[in-house]
């Protein structure tokens, strides 16, 4: 049995509508074919003139053939021959500067597509930190290059903590992790940005990212240049800003007692009853203001709802923002509760302390996750974790429309599934 001759997905790219490319191919073959009636006018007044073509001429211009096949021929290896040319030319001059150069699956056609499709993709801004926004980032990506990721500064543990306080920077793990999320960078060099250093030196616990960045801001003199030329480097497609540029300290009462630190705010019996920031006037970036404002898709979560989702919210001008903002506004419930944090929460409890805070009607829709089929890690059993339950007869006395489906892990039950959740988005929200 013969095989079948299949053009390879990125010849085929070339005709996807959209690319901007077929328009200027047609005026491309317009110009040719005035060529070629050129050359005929001048080759009718040759044989006018009587002039003895060589007697090779007649046998390399087949013209033993009929006139209609001999056209039908010339017309089929001239086309053959454009797209070759095109096809090569695009590789020789192009194919440096291409992602993946040396492969055909991801040529220029491809990239192209990639350009226009995303470049039509709506404007969306997510809130929020931690692992949780950097997973959202993962799946949004791949509908949209119109991103904005507003990203929580109040974390003061860990390497980012370290640099905070010998620095005086704003923290940079959480943007780092945004950063690797939205690269088109070969996987070495993300890989390379989440590298921890092992060891007891003074490099221990510390991410090369986190260095990197803090050595941007340093070189640039200012810490949202620094995140800009570090984008640059990674090829991140969207654009991350802090939620505020002034250095906020997260602070909890639980009880009688008080917890100063985002890494201390889990750290305890009581249950938190609230969180505010110290100085409690800090204001929104102006670049996430602007950003929010222009939005049409806001996505708030998911994440830690004490230490990454409130921290954001409670910013000056944030909610201001919010609501001021024609967007769609969705908030994506966590899939299990957090040890110190919302252990024993049900999705209307997530939602009742973000009105606590900030005040209801802040949401259009709420995304939970059906899927509790899946077994949690032993290490969240350990820890006593339980999956966030859904009551339908509380969920009914909020004006939100929830969105139930599963948008779980495979792998890490516990965490969101990245391309789950942003099909659910925009297959089920954004239409």
């Known amino acids: 049995m013969k095989a079948r001759f299949r053009p390879s997905a990125n010849l085929m790219r070339w ?3 959209g690319l901007h490319v077929k328009r200027w191919l047609l005026l491309l073959f317009v110009a040719i074919v005035m060529i070629s009636l050129a050359v005929g006018y001048l080759l009718r007044d040759l044989y006018s003139a009587n002039f003895v073509f060589p007697a090779f001429v007649g046998d390399l211009t087949l013209q033993f053939l009929p006139r209609l096949v001999r056209a039908l021929l010339f017309a089929l290896v001239g086309v053959g021959l454009i797209i070759m040319c095109f096809y090569k030319l695009s590789q020789s001059i192009l194919g440096p500067f291409l992602p993946g150069r040396g492969t055909t699956e991801r040529g220029l056609a491809e990239q192209l597509y990639k350009f226009r499709y995303l470049a039509k993709g ?9 692992t949780g926004l950097s997973s959202l980032l993962r799946g949004i990506k791949k509908y949209t290059g119109n991103i904005v990721a507003i990203v929580t ?7 980012s903590g370290r640099l905070r306080e010998e620095y005086r920077v704003l923290p940079p793990g959480d943007i780092r992790q945004c950063l690797t999320a939205l690269a088109e960078t070969e996987p070495l060099m993300t890989e390379l940005f989440q590298h921890r250093f092992g060891g007891d030196g003074a490099l221990s616990g510390h991410s090369f990212g986190n260095l990197f960045i803090t050595a941007m801001a340093e070189i640039t003199g200012d810490f949202e240049h620094a995140i800009r030329e570090s984008g640059r480097v990674l090829a991140v497609r969207g654009q991350i800003v802090p939620a505020t540029l002034r250095d906020v300290v997260l602070c909890a009462t639980a009880g009688s007692e008080l917890r ?4 201390k705010v889990p750290q305890g019996a009581d249950r938190i009853d609230r969180v505010f920031l110290e100085p409690p006037d800090a204001e929104i970036n102006p670049e996430a203001e602007s950003a929010i404002l222009a939005a049409e898709l806001i996505i708030v979560g998911p994440g830690s709802l004490y230490t990454s989702i ?5 910013i000056e001008g944030m909610v201001e923002a919010l609501r001021a903002s024609p967007a769609v ?7 299990a509760g957090q040890p110190g944090e919302t252990l024993g929460y049900s999705v209307s409890e997530h939602l009742k302390t973000i009105e606590e805070h900030v005040g209801n009607h802040l949401f259009d829709y709420v995304i939970v996750n059906s899927n509790t089929g899946l077994p949690l890690p032993a290490s969240a059993l350990e820890a006593g974790v339980t999956r966030v339950g859904f009551d339908r007869d509380q969920a009914a006395q909020q004006q939100v429309n929830y969105i139930l489906a599963d948008v779980a892990s495979s792998t890490i039950s516990t965490h ?4 789950k959740l942003s099909k659910v988005i925009m297959k089920r929200i954004w239409h």
């Open 310 to 314: 409130l921290p954001n919210l409670l």
């Open 416 to 419: 969101h599934d990245p391309d």
């Open 15 to 17: 005709f996807t509508p």
């Open 329 to 335: 506004k969705v908030y994506v419930c966590n899939i």
């Open 260 to 263: 100063v630190g985002e890494s």
């Open 122 to 130: 709506p404007r969306v801004v997510a809130i929020g930190g931690g």
């Open 153 to 159: 500064v109040a974390d003061d543990g860990g390497s």
